[in-house]
């Protein structure tokens, strides 16, 4: 690494600490509904959608309409977005003639993009018409990005309630989300890409000849809007193959931290509007810094590995699979980055990092996307370990555990439980599951503990709705297509459902105030604790498996074998 690595690294950290909270204050001001300025200024688009589809935006839910709501709205998502792809040939805004997409694929692609996962076995360029990338793939990057912001509003009102049922109204959270901050933000940012060189047209692909005389398509389309708010809400999945190491996704360095930036911004801000909706802002500064820690150290190990010499290359620093234009430096941020947040764009292959630093990005997956997380989703994650590590430190106490001035007990902890293991308990069985199918093991393009690391790298990717591959597995097959659509709705839903029946459970429980047996959670004690109980869980969880693929991978490339 040189000085002007360093500078960029530290560019980012600062770009992404100081703009988080303003963001997150803003959020807040959105899902309570609570900014003058915010009602003034969208309070029209919003009251028209209100209108148009018969929707009472202040009309309390409970957790179980709650629930209902949002199981239906991405219901109906999915048959979209599944229907557009096998109907493209037949509408309009396809002028590169693209057919039908196959059965199986068109139903995990939509899968996909519903569950907020965007993990593509397919090349966008030539699979899907510019309508299908817009009005299905582009509209559900959005509304997969509002959904999980709804549930981390609900969960906050569950969690801060006075005995009553309602934790907010789907339907209005959803269309604030949208209208209020995910537009926007997309406005801006993809105004700032286009400007960068990043392609947004409808003209067809390109036909060039070349310096040696062939005839090459240049691959075209409305790719900086579609960029903006894959990064922006946490979606991942590229507009074209090579995602953003693709020139025209991607064009220059300031298009490279414009787009690194953004993956992470809202997943941060969202911690901060977490805080504002709970009243614990000081609460959410110690969330803010468990999750910048953990991020941090995995980016320092990631870049210590990746820039030590190892005896099956002789050499540090290998470009081999980087993206050569902006540097190891900047793949492996972003590959980190990537991974913390549950969205999966690369610009670089995770498959071409040293074995730990694959290893490091695996493991953000595993960790349940809570550092950062999800738009949204790594915060209700995120809430799930504070739950079990005030009720693991109220046990040691011998006094019953308290989180926001209410009682934790049985109830709350079984739902935790689920919706902590669940992603998990689906990697290891995909992956198990995987090893024994002569079919699935025919997809693999290495042998040894490297393909063992590429299937198990698919699965937590699928379960944990990153999105993200490790590239090398040939994922457009049955068993893969159908298995990992399902591992997406299992990650997806299994952590969504629990959290909205803690905020049911806890919203009609009576506050209790603060005693001397009640544990601060505003504390750098409280955390240590956190961060402890994050990484044991996820340690005690995958660690043999981890040790299996990337462990024994780095061991075996310090001897001189390589896979």
Not at 57 to 78: D, E, H, V
């Amino acid at each position: 690494m040189n000085k002007f690595d360093v500078l960029q690294l530290l560019l980012y950290a600062a770009a992404l600490v100081t703009l988080a909270k303003p963001l997150g204050c803003y959020v807040a001001g959105a899902l309570q509904d609570n900014s003058a300025l915010q009602c003034r200024v969208f309070g029209p688009a919003e009251r028209l959608i209100y209108r148009l589809c018969g929707i009472s935006p202040a009309a309390q839910m409970n957790w179980k309409t709650y629930r209902g709501a949002l199981l239906a709205f991405n219901a109906l998502g999915l048959a979209a977005v599944f229907l557009l792809q096998l109907f493209q040939h037949k509408l309009p805004l396809n002028p590169n003639g693209n057919g039908p997409v196959e059965f199986w694929l068109a139903f995990n692609t939509a899968v996909s993009f519903m569950t907020n996962t965007n993990w593509q076995a397919y090349a966008g360029e030539t699979t899907l018409s510019y309508l299908t990338q817009m009005l299905g793939l582009g509209a559900q990057n959005f509304l997969s990005a509002a959904t999980g912001m709804a549930v981390m509003a609900a969960m906050a009102r569950g969690l801060t309630g006075r005995k009553t049922a309602g934790v907010g109204n789907f339907w209005g959270d959803v269309t604030r989300v949208t209208i209020r901050v995910l537009l926007p933000l997309s406005f801006v940012t993809a105004f700032l890409l286009v400007g960068q060189g990043v392609v947004q047209t409808f003209k067809p692909n390109a036909v060039i000849t070349t310096s040696e005389g062939a005839r090459q398509a240049i691959p075209l389309g409305p790719a900086a809007s579609q960029v903006a708010i894959k990064q922006l809400g946490t979606n991942g999945g590229g507009f074209f193959n090579a995602n953003s190491a693709h020139p025209l996704e991607n064009p220059t360095p300031l298009s490279n931290f414009i787009e690194m930036l953004a993956l992470l911004l809202l997943p941060g801000a969202c911690v901060f509007a977490y805080g504002a909706m709970t009243g614990g802002r000081a609460h959410a500064r110690v969330l803010f810094a468990v999750m910048f820690s953990v991020w941090a150290a995995g980016l320092a190990g990631a870049l210590y590995s990746e820039y030590s010499a190892a005896a099956v290359t002789g050499q540090a620093a290998l470009m081999e699979g980087k993206e050569t234009r902006f540097g190891v430096t900047n793949s492996v941020l972003w590959a980190v980055s990537t991974t913390a947040a549950s969205n999966g764009s690369v610009n670089a292959m995770h498959s071409s990092l040293s074995p730990a630093a694959g290893g490091i990005a695996l493991f953000n997956i595993m960790l349940g996307e809570v550092i950062f997380g999800g738009a949204g989703s790594g915060m209700y994650g995120m809430a799930l370990f504070v739950l079990l590590t005030v009720f693991l430190c109220g046990l040691m106490v011998g006094r019953t555990p308290e989180y926001l001035g209410k009682k934790v007990e049985k109830r709350e902890i079984q739902m935790a439980i689920i919706g902590i293991l669940a992603p998990g308990a689906v990697i290891l069985t995909g992956a198990a599951l995987s090893c024994a199918v002569p079919a699935a093991l025919a997809s693999l393009s290495a042998g040894g503990p490297h393909g063992f690391s590429e299937l198990l790298y698919a699965w937590s990717s699928a379960a944990g709705n990153n999105g993200s591959a490790f590239a090398g597995l040939n994922a457009n097959a049955p068993f893969y297509t159908i298995g990992l659509a399902l591992a997406m709705l299992a990650g997806r839903f299994a952590v969504i459902l629990p959290c909205l029946a803690i905020a049911g459970s806890m919203a009609v429980k009576t506050p209790s105030p603060p005693s001397a047996g009640t544990l601060p959670t505003d504390t750098l004690t409280f955390g240590v604790l956190l961060a402890a109980i994050i990484l044991i869980v996820g340690g005690l969880t995958f660690f043999p498996a981890l040790m299996l693929g990337p462990g024994a991978e780095q061991l075996l490339m310090y001897g001189g074998t390589a896979f």
